[in-house]
């Protein structure tokens, strides 16, 4: 796995990851961790990657998740630019290729991501652990859809689900990932059968 600088890793730790507390808990920095071990592995694939942009793209890239869900990509994006702390550790070329990554990792993205640094962090912020991600889609649900009723969060459920990781999901996958493979055929598994896949949502989800 590639290196990043300790200084930058110790100053991330203790001025950013705390930002993450306030974002629901599935994008706390347990999913920032995730991502980031992700994303230096599969930067591996490529050639001429450093390996501090990667880290920087993958810390900050869901940082504005708790201000504006919509618009996170965007706000985080700004939030690294905007941080004058972020000169010691990177030229201007590079935290223009860290913002435009940021602006790039989001699922729904028309398009491909501008850069390698952008299909890397896209790739990595995919799940791999279907009990994992439907936990995390029952809190976001819960977070961002007050009032509804038991059946209606399910139902949220499944077409979130089958919106982003059905046969015809709009998320991409830049990368060469075992992990994620077998997670896509095991969830359309569960998205062939109603029944099937609301069993298993309650059983994850304690309903």
Excluded: C, W
Aim: charge should be negative.
């Amino acid at each position: 796995m590639l290196t990043v600088n300790p200084e930058l890793m110790f100053f991330v730790k203790e001025n950013i990851f705390p930002e993450y507390s306030k974002n629901d808990a599935g994008h706390s920095i347990a999913h920032i961790d995730y991502v980031i071990r992700r994303s230096l592995k599969f930067a591996e694939q490529f050639e001429g990657i450093d390996a501090d942009v990667v880290y920087a793209v993958a810390a900050f890239h869901d940082i504005a998740h708790h201000i504006d869900k919509k618009n996170h990509e965007k706000l985080s994006a700004d939030i690294f630019y905007s941080d004058e702390r972020m000169k010691k550790f990177f030229s201007e070329e590079q935290r223009a290729i860290i913002k435009e990554a940021i602006e790039d990792h989001r699922a729904s993205l028309e398009g491909e991501p501008r850069s390698d640094y952008g299909k890397i962090i896209s790739s990595a912020d995919r799940s791999t652990d279907a009990e994992e991600f439907l936990r995390r889609t029952h809190a976001y649900t819960l977070r961002y859809f007050k009032g509804i009723s038991e059946d209606e969060v399910i139902g949220r459920g499944y077409s979130h689900t089958l919106e982003k990781y059905g046969s015809k999901g709009y998320a991409k996958h830049y990368v060469a990932d075992e992990e994620y493979e077998n997670f896509r055929k095991y969830i359309n598994f569960l998205l062939q059968d109603r029944k099937v896949f609301e069993k298993k949502y309650r059983e994850i989800n304690g309903l």
